[in-house]
């Protein structure tokens, strides 16, 4: 590469500077004459040179020579080209309502007009995403996005989320966009997955370096027809993302833009507990039980060994305590052991109100000459969880120059700074007790320890889980990253002759970062373990070099050719370490030099993908476009001989509303039909065969029962994932059909595209059967096969001077369904348990939830057990296991309405998520425990909704005073067992955001401009799954939103802007 | 300007087409973090690690351990199974374990590649004894649980995707194979140097290895009674086995990088209650164990006993196991095992005196277990309890003696033992769970989970699962 920039910058210094401008002036207005604040004016031979018109619809843009017509637009107005002809004012009306000539970032940066894209691209604006003041970007795109389904795991801070366009392409990969940042690729995803998703925290994606506030602009590229000048890295789509840079602004003096944003944080849905019931089981107190099976809270005083009121051990110690009970964990404590029976809600106890702050300062200047941009933020959260949180800094720095006629020069730079403070969840649940402990303890005021011991734990359980008030004073669940990532380039233009312009491109990027994690279960955890430390991380370095020339030929008045060709180099190299220990020699100091047991390992990879592409676009009378790309990769990571992979695309767009009959139709504004096919594969990890140090994890052992070295002693045994060299990359065909039309004066819009994707040959780790003697190969198999349907639509059904009513509106509807697995393969592990599990199975959408089944006769109606004085007589029974749900929802409705009056505007984004399946682990749990409302009535009999054998209608009474062990045994001994039932629906409607804001119109002081807003998010919440908000989950993988088990709890948010420009 | 263009295309155009070419993207590719091959000392000391820890030690033997009563399951998986829901008919339940075993044996079978003939270690005998050893204690480990399983198209991964399933009968004969292989294999001279320290099970005592084969030989040809009687031979090589418990194959734990499982169960878990039953048997034999066994659960002061079948879904109430000690061995097999083996074909051939005699030092050994302690209480105990019972119904005792020394490490022996005697109508231990009764008696383990989605042949064979409480396996009495 050194090379190619030592040519480039001779090349620069052996041109000429060019000179010769002349400033243009004037003002833009609307056609009732309201003077247009920030309409851009952009001269039309040099694109990079442009402005926007200030408060008083004013701008003065310095044009070059060759300089000879400016164009001006506006959103939602008609855009217009005029030429200068000499002047040195133009003055100009734009007409409301129309947007016929929509300019949109495509592939590479590549501005195009949308009406000749053969393909649906969708654009955010900052306003959009800045809405609520959410330092999350994902969940700032949240509802406002057609095809795309984003999946946030927690309210956690820093929690990951999944973000997918039209289905999944792949069952245990990445199914996420690329995200590219001013043009450079940047690794949005996880560094780490989560594995089974059943232990430890969550692990934030790295999406979560960009600040939502440095964002000027998103544009999605949705499909595979839109990407796949990208090659294989874009498969599931591209996210692009401009950051501020300053371009948009008039000549002038920098503006100065302050941000601030308060948001509170409180738990989104509380569960309903049953409150009448203690302790205890089969009516029994037990002060060690994890169940409140026990006697009626208000009983305890009588309860024969506990009870103040009896005599027992304790009272014979003590003496009678009328209406009081023993309570152990107190005389642990040092406390008063004797309490009068009170009920507690720990859930609501244990939760504090979260506190974000974010700031935000940028300064952007336009001169005559280029323009920057530099931004500092920081964001510091702590979250609702005690001894969670999240500390956020960024700084960014952006900038063109144009050095002379020909050459500009520019760069983006990003720097960012987290630390995350977790917690675990699932078998690991640090909150398992705030969800699950009795009412009838009192789990904020007992102490969580022995005093003077800070290490052994007193909690009203056993030690499968440690007490939510010990875990932030010894378990530790961190995340620190740096990074930087940013480019540069040099752009050299020149006019060939009068119809031909040429523009080469280099530009040479860098995404670095090190990530660092700390899992530790301190001194005392669990039952008294000695602790558990895990220290990993990451080190990225990756280094993209593109080079990319352009040709656009106006071959005559009727046709049109941009032709580019590219080359892309892009290299990775990863290091990651990882040093375990257990067993410390003493507590309050959780580090591994305080573990006897320590064992290490790292790992260094590095991969390269090299790219040669290619796109001509042909357009003919600017009614119908062709456009055509190719791109041939080379893979580092594939096996020798199948490392080179060609993707076409093809695309065609037609704007009826050119042809002349519809030109003068009135209701008829716009109208465009497109289609396009394309074919973009995505690339595998394949290595030879190795040998590795086995470990002793997952089943039944909490820590490695075995660890090697084992007494000096090492051993290597065949890896068990074994990887197939005939390797080759997985291959997505994409048909895309669209139509787009506008009416009344684009009052009214629709945006539909119906697309189907052919995946074939997916990549993956095929689970073997054991009895091959291991556990998988890598290899190709399976397809997948995706039809979305996707609207996009919009309306103004009122719009005057003061008043305007918007209303946007995203329909995404996808069947993604898994059409066959490798042979003698039914299905894939996603992660959960043995059951219930996330998988993909053939036939079925994906992923499916399976597990154990209620067992049914064959019309599908639950059986029960018919034996009398059996004690599960006429209780249901455990089936097959099998598929017993199906994640994917039916579709998603995300809307968007705005009411603006005069500079007040109050927004509201809504979605509906139809369908669709999630285990809740936490729903069943809290049954088992009888800790949930619905086992609140005890004293009522019931007759469990089936059949017997014999198909007539369950009649078996159960339950009731002469049967008091029967609700409990149903609960905690047969539903339990049945994974089925902790299935359930996962529909949800949710206010996603709602915004009021206020701009004051002038100045409040001098150049002081005032902009404040007030907003929730998460706000209203109507949900099929009970108790629990469904947007709380485990993983961070392809099963993310699935599988919920003592999952952190989502949060609802409240808060304030206020946003200072001078 | 043209020539530069030119200059700068053909530039782009070396330097990408020289950063993409095949040597250069291997080299990139290469794999800095794994061997891809390493030599058998290596590969073997896991096999005997998984051998002895997950495949004698772990799951299979917490299962039987409560199918056999010598716990009772309290809570979760093992209260399930205690009351048969669930758990012994899924095809989850086993499936680590399945995996494990169908592992370590392509391991072992990489062994024997590398030392036969044509492999890199060609001549490496004794490191190829010692893997056929263990590949036929793995193999009938695996048959004898799980009945006809996959074995003759097993092992080829990427090669045979769905195994079918092999006779238990052809499959003991490939046990037998593997043995007789291994110990002429132990015969032959050697330039390999001994495993030495890689050795956790002997380091490297050949002469212990070839007695393990042996007593190996005596167990499966006992096992096998109920179809073939053949107690002359099973003496004949229980006496070519162990002459003494410090020649017990074992794997030893040093309690902290490598950790007992009963006891890493115990404390990770908490899933076993002390057994009713096994307290009687102790109970009615003024058997000095019952003082040893038990300890009260963390929080209570008395051993409470946990009863078969039904107990209170619990943690931290019923008495829990004593001798579950991080250091207490796994018994690959035991020096107690080859005695009574040899003291029930005595009695069986009706030779009661060296029967007593054989009973004798296996209770003796039994008692002297490591985590137990004993010894000295052995002679007064053989001479007062046992011998009188042992007198009165000699089969009786030297199996109610054997199940006894087999709690608790040695679960999956008792349940094999067991399910030979009802076949050979010798229903002479006692088990009290109900669930038994009611035909729910697990007659064996389910298939791994692994196959019963992906292997076909397997997946029809377990059907749905409920199979365990009537099929028996094939030396059992059944048919697959």
Request: negative net charge; glycine residues 10%; contains cysteine.
């Amino acid at each position: 590469m050194k090379q190619v920039l030592f040519i480039l910058l001779v090349l620069m210094s052996s041109m000429s500077m060019a000179v010769g401008q002349r400033i243009v002036s004037g003002v833009v207005t609307d056609n009732s004459g309201e003077t247009l604040i920030g309409a851009s004016v952009v001269v039309k031979e040099f694109p990079a040179i442009g402005t926007i018109t200030d408060i008083d619809g004013r701008y003065s843009l310095r044009v070059p020579e060759g300089g000879e017509t400016l164009v001006f637009s506006y959103t939602g107005h008609t855009t217009q080209e005029i030429a200068i002809n000499g002047q040195s004012s133009v003055n100009i009306s734009l007409s409301a309502g129309q947007v016929l000539n929509e300019v949109v970032v495509t592939a590479f940066g590549i501005s195009r007009e949308s009406k000749s894209l053969g393909y649906a691209v969708q654009g955010l604006s900052d306003e959009e995403i800045k809405l609520t003041g959410n330092k999350d970007l994902l969940g700032a795109m949240q509802g406002k996005l057609a095809g795309v389904d984003i999946k946030p795991s927690s309210g956690m801070p820093g929690a990951s989320s999944q973000f997918v366009i039209r289905g999944a392409r792949s069952f245990t990969g990445n199914n996420s966009p690329l995200f590219v940042v001013d043009g450079l690729p940047i690794s949005s995803t996880s560094t780490f997955s989560t594995g089974n998703s059943v232990t430890g925290a969550d692990i934030g994606g790295r999406s979560l370096d960009i600040d939502p506030a440095d964002i000027e602009s998103i544009d999605i590229l949705k499909g595979q027809a839109a990407s796949a000048l990208y090659g294989v890295r874009a498969s599931n789509g591209v996210v692009l993302i401009t950051t501020k840079s300053g371009k948009g602004l008039g000549v002038g003096k920098p503006i100065i833009s302050f941000t601030h944003n308060s948001t509170f944080d409180q738990v989104s849905r509380n569960p309903n507990f049953q409150t009448t019931y203690a302790q205890g089981s089969y009516g029994a107190y037990n002060p060690n039980a994890s169940t409140s099976w026990g006697p009626k809270i208000s009983d305890l005083p009588n309860d024969p060994t506990y009870g103040g009121n009896t005599d027992n051990a304790f009272t014979a110690q003590y003496g009678r305590q009328e209406g009081k009970f023993y309570v152990p964990q107190l005389a642990q404590g040092g406390l008063d052991p004797w309490r009068t029976p009170e009920v507690f809600n720990n859930w609501t106890d244990y939760f504090q109100t979260g506190y974000t702050n974010q700031n935000n300062l940028n300064v952007s200047q336009a001169t005559q000459n280029g323009n920057y941009s530099i931004g500092f933020g920081i964001t510091d959260q702590s979250g609702i969880a005690l001894g969670t949180g999240m500390t956020r800094y960024n700084a960014k720095a952006a900038g063109e120059r144009k050095l002379n006629n020909h050459f500009s020069v520019g760069y983006s730079a990003n720097f960012s700074k987290s630390n995350i403070d977790k917690l675990s969840g699932a078998n690991d649940g640090s909150l398992t007790g705030v969800l699950a402990a009795p009412s009838s303890y009192d789990l904020k005021g007992t102490p969580n320890h022995i005093p003077g011991d800070p290490y052994r734990q007193i909690y009203f359980r056993g030690g499968s889980f440690d007490n939510s008030y010990w875990v932030p004073n010894n378990n530790k669940f961190n995340e620190q990253t740096d990074r930087f990532f940013g480019n540069a380039f040099v752009n050299y233009g020149t006019d060939l002759n009068d119809d031909m312009k040429l523009n080469i491109r280099y530009q040479a990027g860098t995404d670095n970062f090190t990530t660092h994690l700390q899992d530790i279960f301190g001194f005392g955890s669990r039952g008294n373990s000695k602790g558990v430390i895990s220290n990993y991380g990451l080190s990225r370095a990756t280094f993209n070099s593109l080079a990319s020339a352009n040709l656009d030929w106006n071959i005559n008045s009727d046709w049109q050719l941009g032709v580019m060709l590219g080359n892309e180099l892009n290299n990775t190299s990863d290091k990651i370490y990882e040093q375990n220990g257990t067993d410390f020699n003493f507590g309050g100091w959780n580090h591994i030099g305080n573990a006897n047991i320590q064992t290490a390992d790292e790992s260094q990879s590095f991969s390269r993908n090299v790219g040669f592409f290619g796109n001509a676009g042909l357009s003919w009378k600017s009614m119908i476009f062709l456009n055509v790309t190719g791109r041939n990769d080379y893979v580092s990571s594939m096996p020798r001989g199948n490392r080179s992979f060609f993707y076409p695309s093809v695309g065609l767009s037609f704007v009826l509303t050119e042809l002349p009959a519809l030109q003068n139709v009135d209701w008829l504004s716009y109208a465009k039909v497109r289609g396009s096919y394309a074919e973009v594969g995505q690339a595998g990890t394949y290595l030879e065969n190795y040998y590795l140090t086995p470990t002793y994890v997952g089943g039944f052992w909490l820590s490695p029962p075995v660890q090697y070295p084992v007494g000096g002693v090492n051993s290597y045994i065949p890896n068990s994932v074994q990887y197939d060299p005939n390797l080759k990359p997985q291959n997505t065909v994409s048909n895309e059909f669209g139509a787009e039309l506008k009416f009344f004066n684009n009052r009214l819009g629709l945006d539909y595209t119906y697309s189907k994707q052919d995946v074939t040959d997916q990549i993956f780790a095929v689970p073997l059967a054991g009895s091959t003697g291991a556990t998988s190969l890598v290899r190709n198999g399976g397809a997948i096969n995706t039809v979305a349907h996707e609207i996009m639509a919009f309306a103004t059904p009122v719009m005057n001077k003061n008043f305007r009513w918007d209303i946007g509106v995203n329909y995404t509807k996808v069947e993604n369904n898994v059409i066959e697995l490798a042979d003698g393969v039914e299905s894939i592990f996603l992660g959960g348990f043995v059951t219930p599990q996330v998988r993909a199975g053939v036939g079925n959408t994906f992923p499916v939830i399976y597990g154990s089944s209620f067992a049914r006769n064959q019309n599908g109606e639950i059986l029960v057990v018919d034996n009398p004085g059996a004690w599960n007589h006429g209780m249901p029974m455990v089936g097959a296991p099998q598929v017993i749900g199906e994640v994917s929802p039916k579709f998603i409705l995300g809307g968007t309405n705005t009411f603006s009056y005069k500079n007040l505007s109050l927004t509201s984004v809504i979605e509906w998520k139809n369908g669709g399946h999630m285990y809740s682990g936490s729903n069943g749990l809290l049954d088992l425990y009888g800790m949930s409302a619905v086992t609140e009535d005890r004293e009522s009999t019931f007759i469990y909704p089936g059949v017997k054998p014999d198909g007539t209608p369950n009649d078996i009474v159960r339950g009731g005073s002469e049967d008091p062990d029967a609700l409990q045994d149903l609960y905690a001994n047969v539903l339990t067992t049945i994974d089925e039932y902790f299935i359930h629906e996962n529909s949800f409607v949710k206010l996603r955001e709602l915004s009021l804001g206020y701009k004051f119109a002038k100045p409040v002081y001098k150049g002081l401009n005032i902009g404040v807003s007030l907003y929730a998010r998460n706000l209203l919440l109507w949900s099929a799954l009970r108790n629990m908000d469904p947007e709380s989950s485990q993983g961070n993988t392809n099963m993310g939103g699935s599988f919920e088990r003592f999952s952190l709890p989502q949060t609802t948010s409240y808060g304030f802007g206020v946003n200072l420009t001078f | 300007m043209r020539k530069i263009f030119n200059i700068v295309i053909f530039g782009l155009l070396i330097t990408s087409m020289w950063s993409c070419s095949e040597d250069v993207l291997d080299d990139i590719n290469r794999n800095r973090n794994n061997p891809t091959n390493v030599n058998s000392n290596l590969i073997i000391t896991d096999a005997m690690i998984t051998s002895g820890f997950t495949i004698t030690g772990s799951d299979l033997a917490f299962y039987t351990s409560v199918y056999m009563e010598h716990n009772v399951g309290i809570w979760n998986q093992s209260y399930n199974a205690e009351i048969r829901v669930g758990e012994p008919s899924s095809a989850t339940t086993f499936n680590n374990s399945w995996n494990a075993i169908y592992n370590n044996m392509y391991n072992l079978k990489t062994i024997i590649d590398k030392c036969s003939d044509g492999g890199s270690e060609e001549g490496n005998y004794h490191t190829l004894a010692i893997a056929q050893t263990l590949l036929a204690h793995n193999l009938a480990t695996l048959t004898d649980l799980m009945g006809d399983v996959p074995w003759s198209e097993a092992l080829q991964p990427g090669i045979v995707y769905t195994p079918k399933l092999d006779n238990q009968e052809d499959i003991y004969n490939e046990v037998h194979r593997l043995l007789d292989d291994a110990l002429a294999n132990f015969d032959k001279t050697t330039k390999f140097p001994s495993l030495g320290n890689q050795d956790f099970i002997y380091k490297g005592n050949i002469a212990n290895w070839k007695k393990f084969a042996n007593g190996l030989k005596a167990r499966y040809m006992m096992r096998t009674s109920f179809i073939n009687e053949d107690f002359d031979g099973v003496i004949s090589f229980a006496n070519k086995a162990f002459a003494s418990a410090s020649e017990q194959a074992q794997l030893t734990y040093n309690g902290t990088t490598m950790i007992s499982p009963f006891y890493k169960f115990f404390t990770d878990r908490n899933y076993f209650g002390a057994s009713q039953s096994l307290y009687n048997k102790l109970d009615e034999r003024n058997d000095p164990r019952i003082d040893v066994l038990w300890k009260p659960a963390a929080g209570t002061s008395e051993v409470e006993i946990a009863p078969n079948g039904n107990p209170v879904q619990v943690q931290g109430r019923y008495g829990v196991s004593a001798i579950s000690v991080p250091t207490a061995p796994t018994y690959l097999l035991s020096y107690h095992e080859i005695e009574f083996l040899k003291a029930e074909a005595y009695v069986r051939k009706g030779d009661l005196g060296s029967a007593e005699a054989s009973l004798r030092k296996a209770v003796t050994a039994a008692l002297s277990k490591s985590n137990i302690g004993l010894a000295s209480k052995a002679a007064e105990y053989l001479d007062n309890e046992v011998l009188p019972r042992f007198n009165s119904n000699p089969l009786a005792e030297v199996m109610n003696q054997k199940y006894l020394a087999f709690y608790e490490e040695e679960a999956i022996e008792a349940y094999c033992d067991y399910r030979r005697l009802l076949a050979m109508n010798d229903d002479v231990i006692k088990l009290d769970n109900p669930k038994n009764a009611a035909g729910e008696f697990p007659h064996r383990l389910t298939y791994g989970n692994s196959d019963v989605t992906t292997n076909i042949n397997v997946r029809n064979a377990y059907g749905d699962g409920r199979y365990v409480y009537t099929e028996k396996v094939w030396w059992a009495g059944g048919s697959r």
